[in-house]
């Protein structure tokens, strides 16, 4: 196949599950990690045993310059991609008046000014393959609903939702699709309900692969959020 993805944040948890899912299917994967060295190692070691192809790249999305040395890296392995699954997302739990200036900022940084940049800037490296960019929100963002339990990290959620139908709506004419899903409860989370889930179980890193698998292989499906969270904050 040799189709190029690159998925950020790809040394833990659902990322780095869909890294290896999308190696196994025979795409080349470009891993983002920052602080995760050692397991985005081991994922290098794993999977090129296995003989898939994966590359790993180290950047810090703190600020504009970090990034910049970042897509330097990208720039040196690829100029060309199929697909960019933007997973990177930091959380915080607490309402806005219980949300530090500082946190704020962080949460600002990593889950918007960080997206806008990458999207921005790699929207080249998928036009001639007329690709697809997924980024991950978080479910509850379709009903615009206030939010005093992570609410700033759920305002840039929404705003990210809002930027990618935006992207989608600039670059509708180059056949380039960009897309949400947003989990809720993902297994491994940091974080888990105290009342029962809807469907009584969270959900599977498995759930959120298949979703991403379905959104690489259509051509008309675009500016969406789907929802991949079994039925939490319906
Ligand atoms: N887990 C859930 O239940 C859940 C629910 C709803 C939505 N989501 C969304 O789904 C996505 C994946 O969730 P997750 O729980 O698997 O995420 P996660 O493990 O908490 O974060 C993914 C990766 O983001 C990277 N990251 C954080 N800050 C960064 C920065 N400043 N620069 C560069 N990388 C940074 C980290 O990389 P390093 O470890 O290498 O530092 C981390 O491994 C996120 O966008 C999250 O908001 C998750």
Redesign the pocket.
């Known amino acids: 196949m040799n189709k190029k993805i690159l998925i ?2 790809a ?5 780095a599950y869909l890294a290896e899912k999308l190696c196994e299917i025979g795409y080349h994967v470009i891993l ?5 060295s050692y ?2 190692r081991e994922i290098f070691t794993k999977c090129r045993k296995k003989g898939y192809q994966l590359d790993v790249i180290q ?4 600020t504009h310059q970090y990034i910049n040395k970042f897509l330097d890296q990208l720039r040196e392995k690829t100029q060309n991609l199929d697909a960019f699954i933007h ?5 915080y739990v607490g309402s806005f008046l219980n949300t530090p200036y500082e946190v704020w900022n962080k949460l600002i ?3 918007l000014t ?1 997206s806008f940049i990458l999207l921005k800037e790699l929207v080249p490296f998928l036009l001639d393959q007329k690709g697809h960019i997924i980024c ?4 509850g963002l379709n009903g615009n609903r206030a939010d005093t339990y992570a609410s700033a ?1 759920s305002l840039t ?1 929404q705003a990210l939702l809002f930027m990618v139908k935006s992207f989608a709506k600039e670059v509708l004419s180059k056949d380039l699709k960009v897309n949400m899903i ?5 297994e ?3 974080v888990m309900p105290k009342s029962e889930l809807p469907m009584k179980r ?2 599977k890193f498995e759930d959120i692969f298949q979703t991403v698998k379905f959104l690489l292989n259509q051509n008309y499906i675009t500016g969406q959020n789907i929802e991949v969270a079994g039925g939490v904050r319906l």
């Open positions: 950020t944040g040394a833990k948890n659902v990322g983002h990690y920052n602080l995760s397991e985005a950047g810090d999305f703190s997973n990177v997302g930091d959380f940084q990593t889950n960080a991950m929100g978080f479910a990290y959620k947003s989990p809720g409860y993902l491994k989370s940091v969270v959900g």
